[in-house]
């Protein structure tokens, strides 16, 4: 056994006793005299609790200006895309919907446009559905950026606003569970459509939400837009330029903080979000100040979204919310129970007693699944942080051969040493707070 | 990609004894590479018309050409990688200045080709998306480097080191980034088993989700 230089040993009567000296600080302090510059690395993370969950961040310090910045990820890694591939394709919906767990309707929607692409069912998609799913990820941006903007300003020690925006996300996660049955990772979307279709007057509590979360979000405005300590601590912070961004494959806010009015769903529309009208919304500052107005001004273009969504849907009633080929629907007809969700007693006892083929089938298709054409594909969405992509292989069997996803998040989380490098040590919180990373879609 | 016609029997796809509980050790079905042909359609014939003229050995560096799902994938030579690259981000009329990713797959029976990255590149300029393919030996597992070309290549890389093994030359720093630095062996290689280590609770021991009953 090796000795312990803070922890000697020795023998007694009574068994081994140690004595434990704690650190050498004494050489600590000698050495750094020694050199000419004094230097100190911290960690900051894993467990600090305004570093944004598992993010460990290494920085090399003089007094309180940072030289230079290291991220440490990878302490949230749960092998997601490996286990993808032991799973069919349906219920990889329920794994990728963990991954980014403040945008999980965005998850499975990148992942269900790739998968329907792979098919090439793409246009079989019936409009009900696509609506549905725009409306869908629209309120997930709402309860996503009240997450990062409330979050955001706690951490910069401002409590109220997290109060008001959490306030808000709940009033979301409540439209979510009514029509999921669940607030958070619900699988809602699925390969060919939605999981089943909203319940009845979803619209009308959906348009009364709106009209209370348009006033609401006046409170956090009021607070924080134009407070001289809040402009303190955001303006001129964190500053990464266009050039910055373009060889970083910086997106989303950031980016459009830049003043590039860069957003897939006006640049490459998918689910049909070419028929909405709503703006893009970009800044001119390229700091932490201009990211936060861009979430706040997104809310409302949101709340446009929806609004015009749910017009759709009332002209809609009635149209079916998945693909008409069964073999890739569901097939198990699921139905809100007072429980949340679950299977429809009629379906089961239809299948059970009168269809022996219908069982069989039902069987062969939950528990094998769909054989999807070998090619691979790549599809992405504008998720509140920036270009969700994923990137499907299939082989032609029933499970994904790879499923990898380019998640914002990870790649926008590289530009922190850019972002932070010269800049004091309390501005880092605000700049990691601006690029809003979710380490669960980091790490994957 | 091309899908082999005798293996597109339908949903069900069923082949041999059509077991499947997962004991009759169905046989996954293979994927054949092919080329394909001009024209490629959309914006593609342009791309590729674009890198021919600005890149002199186009036809020494791109292997193959391939265009499925409205998607287009240059199939590029390792050794002509970083031209290619560099080609693609700074020729005007293509203009890739984004690399939205690297991302690796493991193909253990192509031999000579076990391993592939996969380069999706976007430009903003023209609002296009190409992916480059570049497939390695397992045995000589390098690969020149982007971060030079594109910077934010430089945790994508790490990230398919970390996963599958390739060796990124000139990359500034490759370490593992989402496994512990220690770890043996490459996760989201095909060799690689789901779990591996087994679950204890209280005595009680569960096997790895790779040992256990499996349903294709």
Redesign the interface.
């Known amino acids: 056994m090796t000795q312990d230089p803070y922890a000697s040993a020795r023998e007694t009567t009574e068994g081994t006793v140690y004595s434990v000296t704690g650190g050498d600080w004494d050489s600590v302090v000698t050495e750094i005299g020694a050199t000419k510059e004094e230097r100190v690395v911290v960690n900051m993370g894993p467990q600090h609790p305004s570093t944004h969950g598992v993010l460990r961040l290494i920085l090399e310090l003089e007094g309180e200006t940072v030289t230079e910045t290291r991220c440490g ?2 302490y949230l ?1 749960t ?1 997601i ?3 993808c ?2 799973r069919n394709w349906t219920q990889g919906v329920t794994f990728v919907t963990r991954m980014d767990y403040l945008a999980p309707l965005f998850n499975e929607a990148a992942y269900c446009l790739g998968v329907e ?2 098919l ?1 069912i793409t246009n079989d998609v019936t409009e009900r559905a696509s609506v549905i799913r725009v409306l869908m990820m629209e309120l997930n941006r709402i309860s996503s950026h009240m997450v990062a903007l409330g979050t955001g300003a706690l951490e910069l020690g401002a409590l109220s606003p997290m109060i008001f925006a959490f306030r808000e996300r709940e009033l979301v996660l409540d439209i979510f569970e009514m029509v999921s049955g669940l607030r958070m990772n619900m699988a809602y979307i699925r390969p060919g459509g939605v999981a089943q279709d909203l319940p009845e007057h979803a619209t009308s509590k959906i348009r009364e939400t709106i009209k209370e979360l348009r006033i609401n979000f006046k409170d956090n405005a009021k607070l924080l837009i134009g407070n001289t300590i809040w402009l303190k601590r955001t303006k001129d912070i964190g500053i990464l330029d266009l050039a910055g961004c ?5 997106t989303g806010p950031v980016l459009r903080a830049t003043g ?1 009015p ?1 957003d897939l769903r006006k ?2 529309p998918y689910c049909g979000y070419e028929n909405y009208d709503f703006d893009v919304i970009t800044a001119d500052t390229s700091d932490v100040y201009g990211r936060f107005l861009i979430r706040m001004n997104e809310l409302e273009q949101s709340l446009r979204i929806i609004e015009q969504a749910c017009d759709k849907l009332d002209v809609l009633e009635g149209q079916p919310v998945m693909v008409a080929d069964k ?2 629907a569901w097939p198990s007809q699921l139905t809100l129970g007072g429980d949340g969700i679950g299977n429809s007693l009629d379906h089961i006892r239809k299948i059970m007693g009168t269809s022996m083929e219908s069982l069989i089938h039902h069987f ?2 939950v ?2 699944g ?2 999807v ?6 599809s ?1 969405v504008e998720s509140p942080r920036g ?1 969700l ?1 994923v ?1 499907l ?1 299939s ?5 994904p ?2 499923v ?1 996803f ?1 998640d914002p998040s ?2 926008n ?2 530009s922190t040493a850019a972002m932070c490098e010269g800049s004091q040590i309390a501005d880092i919180v605000g700049a990691v707070a601006s690029i809003d990373p979710v380490m669960g879609g980091v ?2 | 990609m091309s899908h082999d016609k005798t293996l597109n029997n339908g949903a069900f796809g069923v082949s041999g004894t059509g077991d499947t509980s997962g004991y009759g050790g169905l046989v996954k079905s293979k994927v054949k590479l092919g080329s394909s042909e001009r024209p490629f359609g959309s914006y593609f014939d342009e791309v590729a018309d674009e890198l021919e003229r600005a890149f002199p050995e186009f036809n020494d560096a791109i292997e193959k050409v391939i265009v499925d799902r409205d998607e287009l994938t240059l199939h590029v030579k390792a050794a002509h990688l970083f031209e290619t690259a560099t080609k693609l981000r700074d020729t005007e009329t293509l203009r890739f200045e984004q690399c939205m990713g690297v991302s690796g797959a493991h193909y253990p029976e192509e031999k000579n080709r076990e391993l592939h990255a996969i380069y999706h590149l976007l430009s903003m300029t023209h609002n296009r998306r190409i992916r480059i393919e570049v497939s390695i030996p397992d045995a000589n597992p390098h690969l020149p480097s982007l971060v030079e070309v594109w910077a934010g290549c430089n945790w994508n890389e790490r990230e398919t080191f970390d996963m599958f093994g390739i060796i990124f030359d000139g990359h500034p720093a490759l370490t593992r980034i989402l496994m512990p630095d220690d770890w043996p062996g490459h996760p989201q290689r095909k060799d690689y088993p789901l779990g591996g280590i087994d679950v204890e609770y209280k005595g009680a021991v569960v096997p790895p989700p790779s040992d256990r009953r499996e349903y294709r």
């Open positions: 990820i990878g890694h092998g895309e490996k286990n591939e032991y692409k792979l090439g373009t060889t970083l494959g910086i590039m860069w640049t490459q073999k890739i062969k298709l528990t094998e769909f054989r054409p070998a090619g691979q594909v790549y992405a270009e992509g990137h292989i082989d032609g069997g029933t499970r051969y790879r990898h380019r990870f790649n989380l590289q790490d994957r």
